[in-house]
């Protein structure tokens, strides 16, 4: 388990009862978490589900206990006004652990907040061994954090779409036809799809046609889907659930459409160490909201798995599309260290229980390749002869013979780039010209790193 600094907990510890099976948890509301990448403890965080509620960031999410138990994956809430310190409120609501239950297990959803401040969360109810699998549920609270389920408001996918994968509903008001859209992840005619269901009153859903059918090239699910407005455009968001496993974006003018790559630069900000990102936005910022994944057996030398921390970024659009950096609001809580030219040609840097960023302009040859090497079997590449960053668990002098386990395409003139690093225990992002690479890193905790020029050449600008 990631280990975290912890802020003072402002509440005394309870066992409660979670769930119809009687599994008992631990309820810490209202403990402060101060982290870049929070779990609670214990735990890891799966598909978040951001809501603004005007003054904080609701982030609900699918909490992944890893304990055995029948069901799983209740929603949890953090709550966050910087992006560094999170209260942690605890399972909010829960699975039913029994075997033969819809709700056996919790998915993906959305909460909204309607004109009268009730708030309302929908949700996927899970259970493999049920046909079909998956069904749209609701629940209402005052506080978002007390809920009361509907289950008379369940409903499953049209006699249009697979039934068996109909979840992530992302819900949200519409005021040109005054009504509330909901997105979901479906299939149709052997491919992923985004359905719009449509409804007046929160309570009855109506099918109102596909949304958005993937276009990128394979019959992927279009997973946890999201559409914002930012700076007059409408944002829709989804994850690739295979092949390159990516949050994708697409940009239109009018909810209408149509949703269309971005006309220059990537339709992704990061690689396949970050997924299930949620857009939000608080009505000047916008954030992409998303997990950084575990490895098999915690374990460098293995493949990442589902669920881990909690990660954000702040997106910008530039002349190359949007673009992602730490939120600013977290920037403001750690320190900032400049690269010396020391250490970038080889001094070693210590390693820190505490997260730090490492910032620097840097001039590379076209041919240059520079690693940030994390014990000897884990390097983070950046080339600029391919013009790409990923990462390897492997060594220097086998680099050839391995392959990335992620990689972004970047994009670099004149071997002049903007160097970021964030490091947070074994959590390790990049940024590189506003590109990101996510890294889940677990020799990166404990061991001290350096810059290796593994081709060309490498200096400050």
């Known amino acids: ?28 509301q209202d403990e402060t978490i101060e982290a870049l990448y929070p779990t609670a403890p214990g735990t890891f965080v799966g598909d978040p589900m951001p809501y603004y509620d005007g003054t904080d960031f609701l982030i609900y999410y699918l909490e992944d206990h890893r304990d055995g138990e029948i069901g799983f994956h209740p929603f949890s809430l953090f709550k966050t006004r910087d992006f560094y310190h999170y209260q942690n409120a605890g399972e909010v609501i829960p ?18 907040k309607d004109e009268d401040g009730l708030y309302h969360a929908f949700y996927t109810a899970h259970n493999g061994d049920l046909d079909p699998k998956e069904a749209i549920m609701h629940a209402t609270s005052k506080d978002g954090e007390k809920w009361d389920k ?39 005619d052997g491919t992923g799809v985004i359905a719009k269901y449509v409804s007046d009153d929160l309570e009855t859903w109506t099918d109102d046609g596909v949304f958005f059918k993937n276009d990128i090239g394979n019959d992927s699910n279009l997973e946890c889907p999201s559409v914002v ?37 990537l339709d992704h900000v990061d690689g396949a160490g970050f997924y299930a990102g949620r857009l939000e936005t608080d009505g000047e910022n916008l954030y992409l909201v998303g997990w950084i994944p575990t490895k098999d057996e915690h374990d460098d030398r293995f493949n990442y798995n589902w669920a881990g921390n909690l990660a954000v970024h702040q997106l910008r659009t530039s002349e190359n599309g949007l673009v992602g950096s730490l939120p600013e609001t977290a920037r403001k809580q750690i320190e900032t260290k400049v ?14 229980d505490k997260a730090v960023i490492y910032s620097g302009k840097i001039k590379g040859s076209d041919d240059g390749v520079l690693a940030l090497s994390f014990s000897k079997d884990n390097q983070v590449l950046i080339n600029l002869a391919e013009q790409t960053i990923s990462y390897q668990n492997t060594t220097i002098e086998t680099l050839e013979r391995g392959a990335p386990k992620t990689e972004m395409p970047i994009v670099v003139s004149d071997g002049k780039f903007d160097l970021e690093i964030v490091k947070e225990q074994d959590i390790v992002v990049v940024y590189v010209n506003g590109r990101a690479l996510s890294n889940r890193i677990y020799k990166a905790k404990t061991s001290d790193w350096k810059f290796v020029t593994v081709q060309g050449e490498f200096s400050l600008d």
């Open 1 to 28: 388990m990631t280990k975290k600094l912890w802020g003072a907990v402002a509440a005394v510890v309870v066992v409660v009862v979670a769930g119809l099976g009687g599994k008992y948890y631990m309820d810490q």
């Open 95 to 112: 699975y039913v652990n029994e075997a033969d239950d819809q709700e056996r297990a919790l998915g993906t959803g959305s909460v909204i």
């Open 150 to 188: 509907l289950p008379d408001h369940t409903f499953f996918a049209s006699s249009a779409y697979e039934a068996n994968d109909f979840r992530d509903p992302y819900v949200f008001y519409v005021e040109e036809s005054n009504n509330y859209w909901m997105l979901i992840t479906t299939r149709q």
């Open 229 to 265: 407005i930012y700076e007059g455009k409408w944002y829709l968001a989804f994850s690739d659930q295979w092949d390159q496993r990516v949050v994708h974006y697409r940009v239109a003018d009018s909810l209408e459409g149509p949703f269309e790559k971005p006309e220059r630069g």
């Open 339 to 352: 690269i010396t030219a020391e250490q970038l040609t080889g001094e070693t840097i210590p390693t820190t």
